[in-house]
C-alpha cells in the first residue's frame, strides 16, 4: 500500500502510560496533519505542520499531547499520562506541497487504553 | 470556529438509485470542500472535492454541488452500486495554508445500498 504509513497500527496501553505514534508522509508532501477518530464520528482535526513548523493546534490538543516533525519529514504525536478517553483512531493526513488541497490519509494507529 | 452539519446519518437506497448527502457549513470564509469515502477498519478515502470558486463538479457517477449562499454542499452519486455501500464524510476548511488549513468534518453519513 503506498502512500502515507504509520506505525503502529495498534497500540494497547494502560492508563497513566505514555504512548509515541509515527507518520512517514509522501516525500514530497511538505504539510502534515494529525486527527482523532473515535467510533461513528468524523476525524477531528489536532495539529499541522508545513515542513518542520506547527502552525496550527485545536483546542483538542491538550497539555498531554505533544507533536514534533523535526526535520520536515515524518512526524511524531506523543501522549503522556494516557487516559481512557484517549482511546481513538489517530490519523495523519498528507498535503503535496503545490496545487490542490487533497489531504491523503494514512492507515491510522488504533489507541486503546485499559 | 467551522461548524458542519451533515444530514442523514443513515441512508438505505435500492441498488441502482440515487443517493443525496447534505451538508451545511457556518464559517463564510471556509473555500474548500471534500468528500471522503470510508469503508469499515479502513482510511478516510477522498473522492471528490470543490472549491468555492465553482458550483458543480462531476466525476463519473458522483458529483458534488456548493451554494456559497447558504452555505450548503452536496454529494450526488448516481446508479448505485454495492461497493458504494461505507460512510461518506464531508468536511470545510479554509484552505489557504499558513494556517487554518484544518478540515472539519460531518458526523458522516452510513449509506446501505440493498441489492
Given amino acids: ?21 509515527r507518520c512517514d508522509p509522501i516525500s514530497e508532501h511538505n504539510r502534515l496533519y494529525w486527527y482523532r477518530q473515535t467510533l461513528g464520528q468524523g476525524p477531528e482535526f489536532l495539529t499541522y505542520f508545513q515542513n518542520e513548523a506547527q ?15 523535526p526535520k520536515g519529514s515524518f ?5 503522556q499520562r494516557t ?8 490519523l495523519c493526513a498528507d498535503r503535496p506541497a503545490s496545487g490542490n488541497n487533497e489531504q491523503f490519509f494514512g492507515p491510522g494507529t488504533r489507541l486503546t487504553v485499559l | 470556529g ?8 443513515t441512508l438505505s437506497v435500492q441498488e441502482g438509485d440515487s443517493a443525496v448527502i447534505k451538508c451545511t457549513y457556518s464559517d463564510s470564509a471556509s473555500n474548500y470542500f471534500p468528500w471522503y469515502k470510508q469503508e469499515l477498519g479502513k482510511r478516510p478515502q477522498l473522492i471528490i472535492d470543490i472549491r468555492s470558486n465553482v458550483g ?9 454541488t456548493l451554494n456559497k449562499t447558504a452555505k450548503h454542499f452536496s454529494l450526488h452519486i448516481t446508479e448505485t452500486q454495492p461497493e458504494d455501500s461505507a460512510v461518506y464524510f464531508c468536511a470545510a476548511s479554509k484552505g489557504t495554508g499558513g494556517g487554518a488549513d484544518g478540515l472539519t468534518f460531518g458526523k458522516g453519513t452510513h449509506l446501505i445500498i440493498q441489492p
Wanted: hydrophobic residues 25%.
Fill in chain 1, 83 to 90: 487516559e481512557q478517553g484517549d482511546s481513538a483512531m489517530y
Fill in chain 2, 2 to 9: 467551522e461548524n458542519v452539519e451533515q444530514h442523514p446519518s
Fill in chain 1, 1 to 21: 500500500d503506498t502512500g502515507v504509513s504509520q506505525d503502529p497500527r495498534h497500540k494497547i496501553t494502560k492508563r497513566g502510560q505514555n504512548v509515541t505514534f
Fill in chain 1, 55 to 69: 502552525l496550527e493546534k485545536s483546542r483538542l490538543l491538550s497539555d498531554r499531547f505533544s507533536a514534533e516533525r
Fill in chain 1, 75 to 79: 512526524s511524531t504525536l506523543e501522549i
Fill in chain 2, 56 to 64: 458543480e463538479k462531476k466525476d463519473q457517477r458522483i458529483a458534488v
